[in-house]
């Protein structure tokens, strides 16, 4: 059966539903990334520890904020993923490297060294004005995108698309995100010598929470899926002219973001409308790329989920919406009239994506859970097609 074929050939492509062994002791990528991580627990455990027993309070309040902040994020990063998604201990790595291994072992330095020599090489003011501009976007954009290339290697068999590299980006600037407003939360608790510690700090969590919705979490999944295009993978051919252009872009946003104070030159007016206008830029961007990555997934879930389409287990309206963007899973559903006529649709979807993940994790093979998945999506068409 040709569909059959393609979908065998598309799960092994697409790497579909392969695991991941972190238990690798011969794989040098595998230590580099444990002692960069470990390194950066320890840095910021001594950071913390010096300051918790005098802002505690401060600290407590802007990790619970934040912690709530950064699992909405995560929700929605997850949800985006609708396709082959990544299993849970590759996002969980990634999220490890972006807070702990990019924040705590490069940026924090490297960001400190070269403002420092900005400092003795132009002078004071120009450090201060343009320093984090012509720091952050090298240190913290290429630390994070060393997590991503160190999880390429270490599980090879899985991140092989670009759209791989920009879920995985996404998570290590979700953990880059959340540690470092942390670090500015608790940076800003001794303001008025800590007398005020939870108004001046949480003034510092409002404000990133304003604007930290449209940074490192868009940069890092620009970076990643350029990164992926550098490298190229047996899924993925080499593209160098579109990986640089990604890569260059995620800098040159991150750039752009930390210099409109002295853009603006101070002007308080200049300044929100330069936030707005690259903010728009960044979701601008950060579309483009999902739209020119996800395409290869979206074929991979309907080579694998056609074969379904011939027995009658879906519909070519189900197979479409399962395999299209938003816009066709909306239409999917409306083309129901009551709320719970269209709720039943959404389950139907959701069954759908179980089977597709337990296919793949089989390689095509007929196994229990992929009878159970199968007869789960049976049992909602049954109860679709019920009286009501």
Request: positive net charge; proline residues 3%; charged residues 15%.
């Amino acid at each position: 059966m040709p569909e059959l074929t393609a979908r065998e050939a598309a799960i092994e492509a697409s790497g579909w539903g392969n695991k991941v062994s972190f238990w690798q002791p011969r794989n040098a990528c595998l230590w580099v990334y444990v002692l960069i991580v470990a390194y950066g627990l320890w840095n910021a455990f001594g950071i913390v520890n010096g300051e918790i027993r005098v802002y505690g309070p401060a600290l407590a309040a802007s990790t619970v904020i934040f912690v709530v902040y950064g699992a909405l994020f995560w929700w929605f990063t997850t949800r985006i993923d609708r396709y082959s998604r990544q299993p849970l201990s590759l996002v969980v790595a990634a999220f490890v490297w972006g807070g702990f291994g990019a924040t705590w072992t490069f940026a924090l330095s490297g960001n400190t060294a070269l403002i420092s020599l900005y400092s003795k090489l132009a002078g004071q003011n120009f450090s201060l004005d343009w320093g984090a501009g012509l720091s952050a976007p090298f240190f913290e954009e290429l630390s994070k995108g060393a997590g991503v290339l160190l999880l390429m290697f270490i599980a090879p068999r899985v991140i092989r698309t670009a759209y791989d590299g920009f879920i995985i980006g996404a998570f290590a600037g979700l953990g880059f995100e959340i540690l470092e407003d942390i670090f500015y939360a608790l940076n800003a608790a001794p303001e008025e010598f800590g007398s005020h510690q939870l108004e001046t700090s949480l003034s510092t969590v409002v404000l990133r929470l304003v604007t930290g919705f449209s940074a490192h979490i868009l940069y890092s999944a620009i970076f990643g899926a350029g990164l992926v295009y550098l490298i190229g993978t047996v899924a993925q051919r080499r593209r160098i002219g579109r990986g640089l252009a990604l890569v260059l872009t995620a800098m040159l946003l991150h750039g752009l973001w930390d210099s409109v104070t002295a853009i603006a030159d101070g002007n308080g007016t200049v300044v929100a409308a330069l936030l707005a206008g690259i903010t728009l830029l960044a979701f601008a961007a950060v579309i483009t790329v999902f739209n020119l990555t996800v395409g290869p997934e979206r074929q991979t879930m309907r080579a694998v989920m056609a074969p379904e389409v011939e027995t009658g287990v879906l519909t070519p309206d189900e197979l479409d919406a399962l395999s299209g963007g938003w816009r066709a899973r909306r239409a999917y559903r409306r083309k129901e009239r009551g709320r719970k006529a269209r709720r039943l649709r959404h389950h139907r979807l959701e069954a759908a994506h179980d089977l597709a993940d337990q296919i793949a994790a089989s390689g095509g093979l007929e196994t229990e859970r992929v009878r159970f998945a199968r007869a789960e999506l049976a049992r909602l068409n049954a109860a679709s097609a019920a009286p009501a």
